[in-house]
């Protein structure tokens, strides 16, 4: 039989990968709080580390964002459990994941801890169930926010950057979209948290130059108007729709043939040559958007009337 010092040797080191909620000092789970109690090094952003800042007296901390640091960092002393805390919940927008493969390739053993995710929490403040929600974030992503608003009747955002919030509002208003109903929420479990209720884009911009709301914010909006919430939606646009002048354009009929040939996926990159009135290139741009994704539409053409009603169109649709 094997020692027990034979038998420690054989353990694989391990990270706890800590969801610690919104911060709060409330928001720890009893696991998380096993976790970060048995671990002997401790890591994280600098924010998370002042929120675990009772479980860290005497032991090694690290403040670090990037998985790669962290291994360093971890590969230069001895040590059994290490924990990394995150903010929200593990699975949610969070970088748990990276972190996850990083540590993995090392030969080190994780663990998920989930913790409250901002989406559970508005909810929960708001009163509002979020099994239906459909969650984004923006938040150092390339994301077409206004697209989910437009497919579907109820969307939780996280923003990232400031004046996220303002922004939002006035891209809502230009895309025709100045009644859905906004609630905007940032400092969630801190003392000094805001929740903004029940606004239209207008109301909230109002808001905002009232008192501005940082980087961190999310919102939620529904949309009664959504796609999904349709019995009968529009397929796609009319011809009648389009802004026409005296150039060629491609009918209804054959735009709709033309687009189910070409099964548009969600990061799919197009190409309308001849573009004419841009009725296709619109088209094609609109499938990518009502797939939520961030695919590219190139229109191209010489005439002159034509470039102009293109642009035109684009900014219609």
């Given amino acids: 039989m094997k020692g027990k010092e034979a038998y420690m040797d ?4 391990i990270v706890y990968l800590v969801g610690i909620g919104m ?6 789970t009893g696991r998380a709080m096993d976790c970060l109690e048995a671990a002997q090094v401790v890591m994280g952003a600098e924010r998370m580390l002042d929120s675990v800042s009772a479980y860290t007296d005497k ?40 972190a996850a493969k ?9 663990e998920f801890v989930p913790g409250v995710s901002s989406l559970s929490y508005f909810c929960a403040r708001l009163g ?6 459909h969650p984004v ?7 077409d926010v206004v697209a989910y608003i437009r497919s579907f009747r109820s969307c939780f955002i996280l923003l990232g950057g400031a004046g996220s919030v303002p922004d939002l509002c006035r891209q809502l208003v230009s895309s025709g979209m100045s009644s859905v109903t906004l609630w905007a929420g940032e400092n969630f479990s801190y003392e000094d948290e805001r929740i903004a209720w029940e606004m239209t884009p207008a109301e909230l911009l109002m808001e905002d130059e009232r008192l501005p709301f940082g980087s961190l914010a999310c919102v939620l909006v529904e949309n009664t108007e959504a796609a999904e919430g349709q019995l009968y939606p529009q397929s796609g646009p009319r011809d009648e729709d389009f802004i026409r002048g005296q150039v060629p354009m491609t009918k209804k009929e054959v735009r709709r043939i033309s687009l189910d040939k070409l099964c548009i996926g969600s990061q799919a990159v197009c190409y309308d040559i001849g573009a004419g009135t841009g009725s ?13 994704g961030s695919g590219q539409v190139y229109a191209i053409e010489r005439n002159r009337e034509a470039l102009q009603l293109i642009e035109s169109n684009c900014q219609k649709f």
């Fill in 280 to 292: 296709v290139a619109v088209e094609m741009g609109m499938e990518i958007r009502r797939r939520g």
């Fill in 23 to 28: 911060g709060g000092e409330d928001q720890l």
């Fill in 59 to 98: 032991k090694r901390v690290f403040s670090a964002y990037k998985p790669s640091e962290m291994v360093q960092w971890l590969g230069s002393f001895r040590w059994d459990e290490a924990a990394l805390v995150l903010s929200g919940d593990t699975g949610f927008y969070s970088g748990a994941e990276a």
């Fill in 137 to 143: 974030s923006s938040h150092g992503r390339d994301c």
């Fill in 128 to 133: 509002k169930s979020w099994q239906n929600v």
């Fill in 102 to 110: 990083a540590f993995l390739r090392e030969g080190w053993d994780v």
């Fill in 10 to 13: 054989d353990l694989r080191p």
